[in-house]
């Protein structure tokens, strides 16, 4: 496997790599709900909002990135970690769902904004 030094990994090798993380730091000790793991993803989104109403600072963990950024990975991190505790490809998943959104017609038929 891969490490999460190399700045050149496929969406499938960060997920295994971050999972790899997650469970070495004890995250997947005890089983985990999913609808935990569900509300933990929408946690990140909503430090994303509080950077952003805070004027989008610089992050204090991850220089040279602003906080949104930092929390927008954080999301990443955990959808990515959750798919792969459940064996879920992700990536293939993605590229399908773009595939489809690419055929699909201006504002999905004229749904509002």
Known sequence: MQ???????????MQAAIHKTAREKGWW?????TGTCFMLMVTELAEAMEG?????PHS??????????????DVIIRILDYA???????EKALMAK??????RSYRHGGKAA
């Open 29 to 33: 000790d005890e089983p985990r709900e």
């Open 84 to 90: 792969e505790h459940n064996s879920f490809e992700i």
């Open 60 to 73: 204090d963990k991850i220089a040279p990135f602003s906080q949104i950024e930092e929390e927008l990975a």
């Open 52 to 56: 952003y109403r805070e004027g989008n």
């Open 98 to 103: 773009m595939r489809h959104n690419e055929g």
């Open 3 to 13: 490490t999460l030094m190399d700045e050149h990994l496929t969406m499938a090798q």
